[in-house]
């Protein structure tokens, strides 16, 4: 088995996308470790052309007692983005800083957004809404 992850493009605009992740553990399965959830060359339409950059602009979250992260994909080390803790819900928006921007260079970043988890165990479940402004 593996753990159940859907994820659902609620918008797709010109300047935006809106991303909405259920996980939920299948109770065997070990954590997850730099999942794709968003790869700018594929979740888009049209897809972006070679060098895709996102920027994440808010998340909203609720997590039932898993933690995980947020990183942009780079080919030698990933850069953490953002931290989610387990048994909490949050909103935040980071639009009026800019927004959390991949800040690779052109030959290390391949523009996807990842997850990695902690402790997603039996039981476990959680929701993510992700807004995306596209680079």
């Known amino acids: 088995m593996a753990h159940k992850?859907?994820?659902?493009?609620?918008?797709?605009?010109?300047?935006?996308?809106?991303f909405h992740i259920f996980i939920e553990s299948d109770g065997v399965s070990p954590d997850l470790i730099d999942y794709v959830l968003i790869d700018p060359a594929e979740s888009f339409s049209p897809s972006f052309p070679n060098k895709p950059l996102i920027t994440v602009e808010s998340i909203s979250y609720d997590l039932t007692g898993f933690d995980s992260y947020l990183d942009f994909d780079y080919l030698i080390s990933d850069t953490k983005l953002w931290s989610m803790s387990g048994g909490q819900s949050a909103m935040v928006d980071f639009g009026y800083l800019g927004g959390l921007k991949d800040r690779s260079n052109a030959l290390d970043g391949t523009g996807k957004l990842q997850l990695t988890t902690s402790g997603l165990t039996a039981g476990k479940f959680g929701s993510i809404i992700i807004r995306v402004k596209k680079s």
């Open 5 to 18: 992850i859907t994820i659902t493009k609620l918008m797709d605009g010109p300047k935006n996308g809106v």
